[in-house]
């Protein structure tokens, strides 16, 4: 990493004469593959490292840190905390806290754009070859991800229960039998070794309540999703 800058009576140049700080590499997010990356001078501890007040560092960026064991250690920036100082205070206090953890918040808390919930169940579509999914109060903990070849499979699940959620042709009974067999088959694809019969028994059941819709004005809506099972089904 480049060398230290100059002292220049900012809050980092002080807290570098009396604590000591290092270089860090900050890595921000950005659209696309490409991440911005900047090199900062911080004060950093076990679970923080804090910047000049005008630092460019933002909640979910990356920073490597030196490791006192040797090579790089890699945390994700979780909170922030910009304390302006004012009143008789110097301006040289104002600083950034930004605290941090080991886990990456983007693959447990990310913002999706597409989600659909169905009784107590969310599907979080994140784009790409991967469906994150939650069932609330349900046996699937909230944050696990589908794997990649089970994708298309978890996405024609959630157009099926998307449709029986919005299609008057379906009763309650109807909701609940799908909503049932739909945990089936995300509690199967999430596993490391998925039971195959299992499998093939939720997607049969899920399929049976679709065909409900075949007289109704979903009824093309309806046959393409039992299209889209099978399909997704076969290629597993």
């Given at each position: 990493m480049t060398p230290f800058p100059n002292s220049d009576g900012s809050f980092i140049s002080w807290v570098r004469q009396n604590f000591g700080t290092q270089m860090v590499r900050v890595i921000h997010p950005v659209d696309g593959s490409d991440d911005e990356q900047s090199e900062l001078e911080?004060?950093?501890?076990?679970?923080?490292?804090?910047f000049d007040v005008d630092a460019p560092v933002y909640e979910g960026d990356r920073l490597e840190l030196i490791d006192p064991r040797g090579g790089t250690r890699k945390v994700w920036i979780t909170s922030l905390e910009i304390n302006q100082a004012g009143?008789?205070?110097?301006?040289?206090?104002?600083?950034?806290?930004?605290?941090?953890?080991?886990?990456?918040?983007?693959?447990?808390?990310r913002t999706y754009a597409d989600r659909t919930t169905f009784g107590d169940n969310a599907?979080?579509?994140?784009?790409g070859s991967h469906v994150t999914i939650a069932a609330h109060g349900g046996s699937i903990a909230q944050g696990q991800t589908v794997p990649p070849e089970y994708s298309e499979l978890a996405?024609?699940?959630?157009?099926?229960?998307?449709l029986?959620?919005?299609e008057s042709s379906f009763d309650g009974e109807d909701r609940e039998i799908a909503k049932q067999a739909s945990s089936g088959v995300l509690e199967e694809i999430v596993k490391e070794e998925p039971n195959p019969s299992k499998l093939k028994g939720?997607?049969?059941?899920?399929?049976?309540?679709?065909?409900?819709?075949?007289?109704?004005?979903?009824?093309?809506?309806?046959?393409?999703?039992?299209?889209?099972?099978?399909?997704?089904?076969?290629?597993?």
């Amino acid at each position: 990493m480049t060398p230290f800058p100059n002292s220049d009576g900012s809050f980092i140049s002080w807290v570098r004469q009396n604590f000591g700080t290092q270089m860090v590499r900050v890595i921000h997010p950005v659209d696309g593959s490409d991440d911005e990356q900047s090199e900062l001078e911080a004060q950093v501890q076990s679970d923080a490292a804090y910047f000049d007040v005008d630092a460019p560092v933002y909640e979910g960026d990356r920073l490597e840190l030196i490791d006192p064991r040797g090579g790089t250690r890699k945390v994700w920036i979780t909170s922030l905390e910009i304390n302006q100082a004012g009143g008789m205070m110097s301006s040289d206090l104002s600083h950034i806290k930004a605290s941090f953890s080991d886990k990456n918040p983007a693959s447990q808390s990310r913002t999706y754009a597409d989600r659909t919930t169905f009784g107590d169940n969310a599907i979080f579509v994140s784009g790409g070859s991967h469906v994150t999914i939650a069932a609330h109060g349900g046996s699937i903990a909230q944050g696990q991800t589908v794997p990649p070849e089970y994708s298309e499979l978890a996405k024609a699940v959630k157009q099926a229960l998307e449709l029986i959620q919005k299609e008057s042709s379906f009763d309650g009974e109807d909701r609940e039998i799908a909503k049932q067999a739909s945990s089936g088959v995300l509690e199967e694809i999430v596993k490391e070794e998925p039971n195959p019969s299992k499998l093939k028994g939720s997607l049969a059941t899920l399929r049976g309540v679709l065909t409900a819709a075949t007289n109704s004005a979903s009824s093309a809506a309806a046959s393409g999703i039992i299209q889209q099972l099978f399909l997704a089904t076969s290629q597993n």
